[in-house]
Every structure is written in structure tokens, then in C-alpha cells.
């Protein structure tokens, strides 16, 4: 079992920068993958970051260049600094593991205003 809790979200202005951490509990393979996901009202939860265990990333087309992910070599955190903000990046974001079998916290909210 794996437990996440998200934090770091708020609101603030277009422009602006936010950092959400993720802190992670339990039983986490080595081969884990640790990401970010998002959720707008009306829309579908879509993916935002994802950080493999050899380390590699991936971004979403919408957040290349202004979004980087990262996370501790003991997977016990991941991270999302988020720069240059949107107002389009207003959502929910999740924090998700896959590891055996996908966990997600609670997710925390982001707004940003124009």
C-alpha cells in the first residue's frame, strides 16, 4: 500500500510560480514511476509529468519548458516546480505512483488568475 499527500497549491497570478511536493508512504517498487496529473472542471484528468525510475521525464506538450519534475533517489518525494503560469493550468493536481498498481493522493488545488 501507498499513501501520497500533496501539497503547494494556492492561487496566484498569471505568471507566477508554484512548487507542489508530493510525499509518498509505503511499500514503492524500484521500479516505480512517479508523475503529475491534472484535472480541470468539465475536462478529463490529463497527464502533466511523469519521472520513470531510470529517471528519464516526460511533460505534456502544454507544459514543456515551464513545468520540471523531480523526485528523491529513496521515492519518498516528488516534486512539480511550475513556472510562468497560466491561467489554462488552473486545476486540480494529483500526485500518482504507479507501482504493481496506480495511487493517487487527494489532490491540491491551483489557480491562476489572469
Known amino acids: 500500500q501507498v499513501q501520497l499527500v500533496e501539497s503547494g497549491g494556492g492561487l496566484v497570478q498569471a505568471g507566477g510560480s508554484l512548487r507542489l511536493s508530493c510525499a509518498a508512504s509505503?511499500?514503492?517498487?524500484?521500479?516505480?514511476?512517479m508523475g503529475w496529473y491534472r484535472q480541470a472542471p468539465g475536462k478529463q484528468r490529463e497527464v502533466v509529468a511523469v519521472?520513470?525510475?531510470?529517471?528519464?521525464?516526460n511533460y505534456a506538450d502544454s507544459v514543456k519548458g515551464r513545468f520540471t519534475i523531480s523526485r528523491d533517489n529513496a521515492k519518498t518525494s516528488v516534486n512539480l516546480q511550475m513556472n510562468s503560469l497560466k491561467p489554462e493550468d488552473t486545476a486540480v493536481y494529483y500526485c500518482n505512483v504507479f507501482s504493481h498498481y496506480d495511487y493517487w493522493g487527494r489532490g491540491t488545488q491551483v489557480t491562476v488568475s489572469s
Open positions: 519521472i520513470w525510475s531510470s529517471g528519464n521525464t
Open positions: 509505503g511499500s514503492i517498487a524500484r521500479t516505480a514511476s
